[in-house]
């Protein structure tokens, strides 16, 4: 086995080392240079994750409609939607005796998002058994409404056939905002 020449003590007179502490530091022209680009660069940042978190929040709006529209169809296509019970107390929110638009209107949507509300019989005339139905829901979502930057326009609709007759609901159109819920 080979053996150093000199030990590790024996090198801490050949190796210069100075003093930290007794050493004034000078100032370097580059002191603010890291305070100054993350100054210019955090707007963008604040940015670009403001977007994200707000792209985020219109994706689940739109999910919502989605949802709620496909549940309006099948409510449509089995003539049978919970709306329409006279049952006292009422076990909805928007209470008894509603429509089916009402009660689609109704349905909780995060953010208070009050949609308006479409049924539709795209075959026209009379609907019978294996005509479609159509549900469509439509509101309006306002990009960080504390800037007033815009809006944008979220739906969500669902076709299906029907399945019986209907006779407890019939095509209509609710504009957003006409359906005030409690």
């Avoid at 210019?40 to 929040?57: E, M």
């Avoid at 049924?119 to 504390?146: E, M, N, Q």
């Amino acid at each position: 086995m080979l053996e150093p020449h000199r030990s590790d003590r024996s090198l801490e007179g050949l190796v210069k080392t100075r003093d930290l502490i007794s050493v004034p530091r000078r100032q370097s022209s580059e002191s603010g240079q890291a305070t100054t680009e993350f100054a210019l660069i955090l707007l963008p940042l604040l940015l670009l994750v403001a977007g994200i978190i707000q792209f985020g929040i219109a994706l689940n709006y739109w999910l919502d409609l989605h949802r709620i529209a496909n549940q309006g169809a099948r409510w449509a296509v089995v003539n049978n939607y919970p709306g329409c019970s006279r049952s006292d107390p009422p076990t909805l929110s928007c209470g008894f005796g509603t429509t089916l638009g009402e009660h689609l209107a109704c349905q909780p949507v995060p953010g208070a998002l009050n949609p308006g509300v479409t049924i539709s019989f795209p075959s026209g005339g009379t609907p019978v058994s294996g005509d479609p139905v159509k549900v469509s829901l439509t509101t309006s979502f306002d990009l960080v409404p504390i800037l007033g930057v815009g809006s944008l326009k979220l739906g969500g609709e669902a076709t299906m056939r029907l399945e019986q007759v209907p006779t407890r609901f019939q095509a209509e159109n609710l504009a957003e905002g006409t359906v005030v819920c409690p």
